[in-house]
C-alpha cells in the first residue's frame, strides 16, 4: 500500500536527478498531495471539464498519468456513450500500479493504460488531453513538439488541460511565491532538509515555464482560446481549447 513520503529526509551525500522510480512511486499519494498546492481541487476540476468537454466515440488522453488520479476522476464523470481513455506514462512503476488502481472499480467507459514515452505515441480523434504536471519534466526542446502533435490529434473545440509549476518575470514575485510554496511544503510536515534536497534533485530534470510562455505557445500553434482557469502560488493549470 502507499507510504508516507521520506525520501529526502535523512542527508544525502551526492544527490542524483529526481527519477519516478519504485520508491516514490509506492510514495506518490502523499509526495504530491503534500508538495503540491490545489493538487486535490485540481483534479476534481479535471473531472468536471472532462465531463463537458468529453465526445461520444472520442479519445481522452492522460499524459504522464502517473497512478491514475486523472484518469479516475475523468472516467467518475464521463457520461458520453463510446468513449475511450487512454494513459500513458513511461515509469514501468507507476504504470504497474495505475492498472492496479484503474482495475479496483468498475465503469462503462474503458482505459488503456499504456507504458510509453508521450513523445512517441499518436495521438487520434481526440476531445480532452490532460498533460497534469507532465510538460515540465520533458527537455524544453521537445514542448513545442508534444503540444503541436496534441493540437493535430484534437478535434476541432478539444480541450489541452495544462497543469504546472511556474516561474515568473518579475523576481520579487518569484521569490515571494516560491517562499509560499516552501511555507506550504513546511505546513504539511516537510523538513528544511527535505525541501533543500528535494530542491535539488528536481533543478536540473524540472525547468518550468512562465505563463507568458505558455499561453505564447498556444497562440502560435493555433489554439483559439487559452487561459489559466487555477493558480495557488507557483503551481497552477490552464485549458487550451482548439
Ligand atoms: N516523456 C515522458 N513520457 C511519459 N511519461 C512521462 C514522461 N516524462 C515524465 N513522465 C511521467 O510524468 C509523471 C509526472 S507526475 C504526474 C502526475 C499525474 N498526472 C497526476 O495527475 O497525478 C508530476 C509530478 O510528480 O510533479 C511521472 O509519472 C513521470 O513518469
Ligand atoms: O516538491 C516540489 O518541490 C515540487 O516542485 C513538486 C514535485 C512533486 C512531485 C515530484 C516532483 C516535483
Redesign the pocket.
Known amino acids: 500500500m502507499a507510504g508516507h513520503d521520506n525520501i529526502f529526509a535523512a542527508p544525502i551525500d551526492k544527490i542524483g536527478d529526481f527519477?519516478?522510480d519504485e520508491r516514490?512511486?509506492e510514495v506518490?499519494?502523499d509526495?504530491?498531495q503534500r508538495?503540491?498546492p490545489g493538487?486535490s481541487n485540481?483534479?476534481s476540476a479535471?473531472g468536471m471539464l472532462a465531463e463537458r468537454f468529453a465526445k461520444p466515440h472520442s479519445k481522452v488522453y492522460?499524459?504522464?498519468?502517473?497512478?491514475?488520479?486523472?484518469?479516475l476522476s475523468m472516467r467518475r464523470h464521463i457520461q458520453q456513450e463510446g468513449c475511450e481513455i487512454i494513459a500513458?506514462?513511461?515509469?514501468s512503476a507507476?504504470v504497474e500500479r495505475c492498472r492496479l488502481h484503474i482495475n479496483a472499480y468498475r465503469s462503462d467507459t474503458p482505459v488503456q493504460v499504456v507504458e510509453?514515452?508521450?513523445?512517441?505515441i499518436e495521438i487520434n480523434d481526440a476531445s480532452v488531453v490532460?498533460?497534469?504536471?507532465?510538460l515540465?519534466?520533458?527537455a524544453p526542446d521537445?514542448r513545442q513538439t508534444l503540444l503541436e502533435k496534441i493540437y493535430a490529434g484534437l478535434r476541432p473545440g478539444g480541450i489541452l488541460i495544462l497543469?504546472e509549476?511556474y516561474i515568473f518575470d518579475d523576481e520579487r514575485a518569484h521569490e515571494l511565491l516560491i517562499d509560499l510554496h516552501h511555507d506550504f511544503k513546511r505546513a504539511n510536515g516537510y523538513s528544511e532538509l527535505e525541501i533543500s534536497q528535494k530542491r535539488s534533485a528536481i533543478e536540473n530534470v524540472?525547468l518550468p515555464d512562465s505563463i507568458d510562455t505558455h499561453k505564447q505557445r498556444f497562440e502560435k500553434i493555433g489554439f483559439t482560446s487559452s487561459e489559466v482557469w487555477f493558480q495557488c502560488f507557483n503551481f497552477g493549470s490552464m485549458f487550451a481549447i482548439k
Do not use: E, H
Not at 500513458?88 to 515509469?91: E, K
Not at 510509453?116 to 512517441?120: L, S
Open positions: 527519477t519516478f516514490v512511486a506518490f499519494p509526495m504530491i508538495s503540491v493538487y485540481i483534479i479535471i492522460d499524459l504522464g498519468c502517473s497512478l491514475g488520479a486523472a484518469t500513458v506514462d513511461n515509469s507507476m510509453a514515452d508521450i513523445r512517441d490532460v498533460l497534469n504536471f507532465t515540465q519534466f520533458l521537445d497543469s509549476k524540472m
